[in-house]
């Protein structure tokens, strides 16, 4: 995975150009990802995913049903995205809660 040191970090390539052209060579590396359900042998109770664009294809490789997290909160900047997503949670036992800016909150059925 390649990361771009722009005004923000991102993995975005595009979003990258749009911050700031003139430096993307000389502020950006590669570095090795690896999934979750590789890194992480604990249960959590608070999962935060903000990828820039790839936030459900991460959120569908965790296992949820082993963490099971109380509360997911997720960005989503494509209304598309949201419905998508909503879809799969509520499928993964998560009800939608609310939307603050771009971060989409849900909760696991049966807590908070």
């Known amino acids: ?12 390539l595009n ?7 003139k430096s993307i060579k000389k502020n950006s590396y590669y570095v090795k990802s690896q999934k979750i359900n590789k ?6 109770d608070l999962l935060n995913i903000d ?10 490789s965790i296992k ?3 963490y ?3 509360l997911i909160c ?3 900047l494509n209304c598309k995205k949201f419905h998508s997503l909503k ?3 509520n499928k993964q036992n998560y009800v939608y809660m609310r939307k603050m800016g771009p971060s989409c909150f849900f909760r696991l059925k049966g807590k908070l």
């Open 87 to 89: 879809k799969y949670l």
């Open 68 to 70: 099971k997290p109380k």
């Open 1 to 12: 995975m390649k990361i771009f040191l722009v005004p923000l970090n991102t993995i975005s």
């Open 39 to 44: 890194i992480v042998k604990n249960k959590f």
């Open 51 to 60: 990828i820039e664009g790839f936030d459900i294809k991460v959120l569908k």
């Open 64 to 66: 949820l049903n082993f």
């Open 15 to 21: 979003r990258s150009k749009k911050l700031n052209s």
């Open 74 to 76: 997720i960005e989503i």
